[in-house]
Nanobody, 126 residues
Framework: QVQLVESGGGLVQAGGSLSLSCEGS????????VGWFRQAPGKERAFVAG????????YYGASVKGRFTISRDNAKNTVYLQMSSLKPEDTAVYYC???????????????????WGQGTQVTVSS
């Protein structure tokens, strides 16, 4: 069983930056792919970024590539999402998730992820 707790959300102006953290419990967290997803009101939950178990491989959704950076510190059981050049369309609830069937390649399909955090709200004002 893996428990995930996101933190770091908040309100930021367009063009600003924000950093999210996802702390996981259990050995599985450090040996698995971790992904960030987001869900805006009235929209489906969408892939934002993913990272392999050791951080060597990272993956990004098209809309955030070049603006967001995913990283992890397994000594702290934490995955980070650094967001910059934020836009109003980045406003959403952000979730981290674990795919414990994979350790190298992050899938963009949310159904592949087994464990989810409670989410943290990110609001970008124009």
């Amino acid at each position: 069983q893996v428990q995930l707790v996101e933190s770091g959300g908040g309100l930021v102006q367009a063009g600003g930056s924000l950093s999210l953290s996802c702390e996981g419990s259990g050995r599985t967290f450090n040996l698995s792919v971790v992904g960030w997803f987001r869900q805006a009101p009235g929209k489906e939950r969408a892939f934002v970024a993913g990272i392999s178990w050791n951080g060597d491989n990272t993956y990004y959704g098209a809309s955030v590539k070049g603006r967001f950076t995913i990283s992890r510190d397994n000594a702290k059981n934490t995955v980070y999402l650094q967001m910059s050049s934020l836009k109003p369309e980045d406003t959403a609830v952000y979730y981290c998730a674990v795919d414990h069937h994979r350790y190298q390649i992050a899938s963009e399909a949310r159904d592949n992820y087994d464990y989810w955090g409670q989410g943290t709200q990110v609001t970008v004002s124009s």
